[in-house]
């Protein structure tokens, strides 16, 4: 079986975790629209299902404090363990198997050793699509006043710098702004929302589109709501530290996240044109084989990637394309 690895990119409590289960939860809700199958092990269906309950729960209560963020304190890089997903063909084996390397998000931010640092380089190298996962409130709010503290978005650039500088192949990056409800409703709120992201990421997006990088590089904006049923109502901020209170619109609304399917689709659209465009590319020798099937199923469940209303390629179609 083929591995991929993708690494979930984001400061501390952004939502990286809440992503990667509201992208499991939406996949299994298309399933039956769908001809390929993506099964997870069982320790990542325990923990993603442990995750899914609390996000479940989640409710406008000031001292409902969500899901608990991931341990870090203590925690040895050798200890984390991918979330896995496989994907194959419905009724046959699988034949990829995606690696979702999500570990504490203080570690992409922080001076936390040596050790740690090495690990999350190492990382974001070897994974061949990285999920930017971006607080949205955060970025938004207040003229974006917390997104430094929130978002921390110069280490997330420093970290590309470093990690792509000769780039042998080619990656996909995928901007995903969270907890985005309140933002893309209209098309107005959604155009600022893609303005400011530009405006907010623009270092790092001139880095993408320079010479060395501009043909390796895909890159996309995929807003995803990740409980779909709590908006952003108001910034809270105590001891110079912002509490970013939500609320329900209608009091009985159920969780219902919308478009976490998308980076998923985006992230196996990637691999299908990669694999189609090997030799045109060459950069790979030792590409994978994939059954015509699994090809045409992968090209089904991928060719409903949005990109308009909020959604884009920013840079890279070529890259993404599969037909
Ligand atoms: N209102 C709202 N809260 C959310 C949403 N997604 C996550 N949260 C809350 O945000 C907090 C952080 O979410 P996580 O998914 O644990 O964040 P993380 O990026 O994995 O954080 P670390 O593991 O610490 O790096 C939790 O308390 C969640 O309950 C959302 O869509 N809306
Ligand atoms: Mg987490």
Redesign the pocket.
Known sequence: MREFNITML?A???????LLTSMYHEYQEEIEKTTIKINTDTRTASLLGKTLA??KS?NADSSN???K??EFIGVDPKEIKPFIFEVGQKGKKSEIKLNFWDY???WNTEDIGEQKDKYVMNKIKESVAILI?IDTPALMAAKGKWHHKQNHPLQIINRFNKCYADLKSPRLVILAP??CESYVQDEKSRQELTNKIKQEYKVLLDLFQSEALADKVAVVITPVQ??GN?FFSYIDVRQNTPLFR?KKQNPDAEYSPKDNEQPLKYLLRFLLALHLNNRLWGFFRDWFKWDEYLKQAIRDFAKDCKDSDGFEVVQGKKLLDIN
């Open positions: 984001g501390r409590y952004v939502g990286k975790t809440s609390d996000l989640l404090e969500g899901i963020p991931t504490p998000g203080v996962a969270i907890k990740t409980v709590i939500f």
